[in-house]
């Protein structure tokens, strides 16, 4: 069964940098054939998809985010990291990584994360 | 960025009803939308990809349909574990976008 944690400081100082580590168990990153992403949703709000990264390298960014976004990932120990620079507090919010499966197949396009991990907290305050 | 509309934004109901709630796109995303569910505290969970195929696990009760700009989720007869917010998510352009949310409460 696969399975996602992420970890990380739940406080980050304004203008410091958040980052943040999704461990995945169950399966192996470097041969899996899936994008793994982060998404937050701040206390009361909605989901807002930051960005993913294939195993390959591949990264897709939200543009909302990219100038300050880079999202990596560590094949030997089986983890995908976000790291977003100069945070404000708008960018307090609950963070969740998950695994994404895409499909294309002619016609057939399907994507969709199917593997959440719990969230963890980050809360951006001096 | 395409914009997910969902209706209602909440809404009040018993066990049995049929509920249904509903996810418009702001442009043409042909079938390529997800829903999922998310329990007061917990993570999403992923219940329907593609507008219609039902993750495994799910429930029958739970279905979806539509294609183009407006899409459905149905709840046929609510459970009292349903109680929950349902978002609709696009995935025909980056970046992916959610909808606000439907939170479904039990009067």
């Known amino acids: 069964q696969v399975r996602l944690q992420e970890s990380g400081p739940g406080l980050v100082k304004p203008s410091q940098t958040l980052s943040l580590t999704c461990s995945v168990s169950?399966?192996?990153?470097?041969?899996?054939?899936?994008?793994y992403s982060w998404i937050r949703q701040p206390a009361g709000k909605g989901l807002e998809w930051i960005g993913r990264m294939y195993a390959s390298g591949i990264t897709n960014y939200n543009p909302s985010l990219k100038s300050r976004l880079t999202i990596s990932i560590d094949t030997s120990k089986n983890e995908f990291s976000l790291h977003l620079t100069s945070v404000t507090a708008a960018d307090t919010a609950v963070y969740y990584c998950?695994?994404?499966?895409?499909?294309?197949?002619?016609?057939?396009?399907?994507?969709?994360?199917?593997?959440w991990g719990k969230g963890t907290t980050v809360t951006v305050s001096s | 960025d395409i914009q997910m509309t969902q209706s209602p934004s909440s809404l009040s109901v018993s066990v049995g009803d049929r509920v249904t709630l509903t996810c418009q796109a702001s442009q043409d995303i042909h079938k390529s939308l997800n829903w999922y569910q998310q329990q007061p505290g917990k993570a999403p969970k992923l219940l329907i990809y593609?507008?219609?195929n039902l993750e495994t696990g799910v429930p029958s009760r739970f279905s979806g349909s539509g294609s183009g700009t407006d899409f459905a989720f149905t709840i046929s007869s609510l459970q009292p574990e349903d109680i929950a917010t349902y978002y609709c998510?696009?995935?025909?352009?980056?970046?992916?976008?959610f909808g606000g949310g439907t939170k479904v409460e039990m009067k």
């Open positions: 998510q696009q995935y025909d352009d980056l970046p992916l976008t």
């Open positions: 169950g399966d192996s990153i470097s041969t899996s054939h899936y994008y």
């Open positions: 998950a695994r994404d499966i895409e499909i294309i197949a002619g016609d057939y396009h399907s994507s969709y994360m199917d593997v």
């Open positions: 593609r507008v219609s």
